[in-house]
């Protein structure tokens, strides 16, 4: 899979069409659905889209890592799956992202589709200058690193 990176803005037009850039469409469209799945971000006003495997694998960990039948479970399901909606491309890559979505990220006439690896977010592009702004600040502040690459014995 390719990796999802960068950012990118986009208009959303009079009919509720927006773009969705061609390296992450292209990417979706090679796991065999012409698509995304969209759903609110948890942790911030935003969107997050993602192609079947990886939906698939969300939603299989909400089963496995959590117990059945448990508060956080139901949480975090009625948060991604009640809320979460399949979009097909149309013939020019655009999708429509319901209202309700939209609403919840603050997101009007523009988008910025931020690649995240694995899926993208969809934010309100001054929210996200700002979201940017104040994580690699915070960062920063918290001398955030990688842990040393543990090299397995034997290798060198």
Known sequence: ????????????????????????????VAEGFSGVYVYPSIRFKAIEACGETYFRQLTQRLDDSLEMFSPEQDDLLIAILDNAHALSFDPEGRIVVPDELLEMAGISSEARFVGRVNFFQIWDPQS?????????????????TLPPRQIPSGES
């Open 1 to 28: 899979m390719t990796l999802l990176v960068g950012r990118h803005v986009n208009k959303i037009d009079k009919k509720g069409r927006i773009s969705v850039p061609k390296p992450f469409r292209d990417t979706f």
């Open 128 to 144: 996200h200058e700002e979201h940017r702004h104040r994580g690699l600040d915070q960062a920063r502040a918290r001398g955030v």
